[in-house]
């Protein structure tokens, strides 16, 4: 949907690159939900931002908002097959908890 | 350890049939949402339940309801099935933090119609 979008769709990379997953809603943002998807299994939280510039980090993922652009973006550092996954971004625009997500990046991490 | 837990994890259904999908959480977790993913898709959101009563709805059917009990479980029921059911269905609930609510999702339970 256009309302979310993620890019890239899809990324393949050599394993300790550094890589980054946009997020861009068309729509002011209450929250933004970062996720990770094995194929076929429920959806890992990795974090979610609140505040325009708030930045989080854990382990080797970072992601930040700029609520100007009312765009978000995960950076990985030293990518590791462990990576490899679907990517989601999840928009809350009204607080309430539910979520609107983009279509997701897959991600190829070769060893 | 998300907190979570969905069952069954698999099942088929003919298609007109019904279904039932069920979903547990912590304590504390005071919303619980159900969302269906599409093969290739992003999960959309179906309704929340909050406080045992539906608190918001996503773009679907009537045929497609909820429950909420006190006891923080859920179900999901989903009448006269059609073949596009056929989907991942997640539940999620949320939990209040400090910095935020911070939203957890189950396993998912994969709903084949036949």
């Known amino acids: 949907s256009q309302e979310l979008e993620q890019s890239p769709q899809s990324l393949i990379v050599q394993e300790g690159k550094n890589l980054t997953i946009n997020c861009t809603s068309s729509?002011?943002?209450?929250?933004l939900y970062w996720y990770k998807q094995k194929y076929g299994e429920g959806l890992i939280f990795l974090m979610m931002?609140?505040?325009?510039?708030e930045e989080k980090s854990h382990e080797k993922i970072t992601a930040k908002l700029d609520e100007k652009k009312q765009q978000s973006s995960l950076h990985i550092t030293a990518s590791q097959p462990s990576h490899a996954g679907i990517y989601l971004c999840?928009?809350?625009?009204?607080?309430?908890?539910?979520?609107?997500f983009g279509t997701g990046t897959r991600l190829t991490v070769i060893p | 350890e998300t907190g979570v837990t969905q069952s069954p994890t698999h099942l088929i259904k003919t298609r007109g049939q019904q279904v039932t999908l069920r979903c547990s959480s912590q304590?504390?977790?005071?919303?619980v949402s159900w969302y269906q993913q599409a093969l290739g898709q992003g999960p959309q959101f179906i309704f929340q339940?909050?406080?045992?009563?539906?608190?918001g709805r996503g773009n679907f059917p009537p045929r497609f309801s909820g429950l909420q009990f006190p006891n923080y479980s859920s179900e999901l029921n989903v009448n006269a099935l059609e073949l596009d059911d056929s989907a991942l269905y997640l539940c999620?609930?949320?939990?209040?933090?400090?910095?935020?609510?911070?939203?957890?999702f189950g396993e998912g339970s994969w709903l084949t119609v036949v």
């Open positions: 999620a609930s949320s939990l209040p933090t400090a910095s935020g609510n911070t939203i957890y």
């Open positions: 729509k002011t943002l209450y929250g």
């Open positions: 931002l609140q505040k325009g510039g």
């Open positions: 999840g928009a809350d625009w009204t607080g309430a908890n539910n979520l609107f």
């Open positions: 304590s504390g977790h005071n919303t």
């Open positions: 339940y909050y406080r045992e009563e539906e608190n």
